[in-house]
């Protein structure tokens, strides 16, 4: 099997545009998938032969990885990895049938992701001192996570050009490779600016190294040197491991709340906009999910909010109090999501005609 994975992990990354974070999770996943399946069959992983990865193999691994403790969402990412290995194996004659079709994903839990309430935002916003070329660089990237929900890896990937500061746009590469235009309020701009101006003076000091700031790096664009938008005291581009400690050490000073990571401003980001009026539709637009369903489980509807809403509409719903909420607050998210999801395909079309417009005009 060394050979058909080294072609499958080629395959993900030139047909599929896989990152290279993807392919390496890809090939962690299926590396322990093939290491069972070696034990199963008595054999060394070396003479692993695609027949041998079948619906026993599969199934056993997951009893497995349930027998050690992984997680329902670790089970699932790692049996969708075999599945999609071995649809490359079939489609390459290795393989007879589809074995993965007849084993069941488990079902993941539902779990709320942490987030930050606007008067959290507020204080984190304001942690980043603005006294130092360095601060200013830090308040810079809070406004713009918050801004426009990016992740992680699209934030650290931004180079100068990607910013339109008069339009007030960012141009992002998401997963799979793919461009999108996501706008970001007057603040971050202010705050981008700013820091624009001592950027270069960072990038030029003796002490860095100026060859780190721009380097060729082949992501579908023209092969050009680069200039990323976010640098450390080097010169050099900031590193995904430094902006989440980055995060984290003010999420620290501001707040009393654990957990807070980069993606929980992503998180916060969309949370706050649903509780503002903004339909699903848009949200997914501007997370750049490829599927609405992703964006459901990036929301959620607080119970108490839910009962106001339901109090504001119903024309005989005056004297309902606390003690009339049906349910608890999961019922209550439940019922939400599929409120949302009705919301979101009657708003759809007119999302979609709005945004096209913004981005045509926003365009650099």
Sequence with gaps: MTEQLKAF??????????S????????????QFIDHAAALAG????????????RTALRSFLADLHKRRRSRATAARKLAAARTLIRYLRREDEIEGDPGAMVSTPKREIRMPAHLSESEMDALLGAA???TALGRRDRAILELFYASGLRLSELTGLDVEDVNLSA???RVLGKGRKQRLVPFNTTTMKAIREYLNDREGIVSDPRGSPAEAGRHKSDGRQNRRREPLFVNYR???????SVDRLVRKYVAASSTRAGISPHALRHSFATHLLQRGADLRSIQELLGHARLGTTQRYTHVNAVQLLDVYRKSHPRAGGVGMAGMAGTAEEAGRAGEAGRAGEAGRAGEAGRAGEAGAT?????
């Design 9 to 18: 992990l080629k395959f993900l990354a030139l047909n599929r545009n896989a």
């Design 20 to 31: 290279p974070h993807t392919v390496r999770a890809y090939e962690s996943d299926l590396a």
């Design 43 to 54: 054999v060394r992983r070396a003479d692993v032969k695609p027949a041998h990865l079948d």
């Design 129 to 131: 001192s603005e006294e």
């Design 168 to 170: 007030r746009m960012v």
């Design 235 to 241: 010169g050099g581009r900031l590193t995904v491991r």
């Design 360 to 364: 045509r005009k926003a365009e650099p």
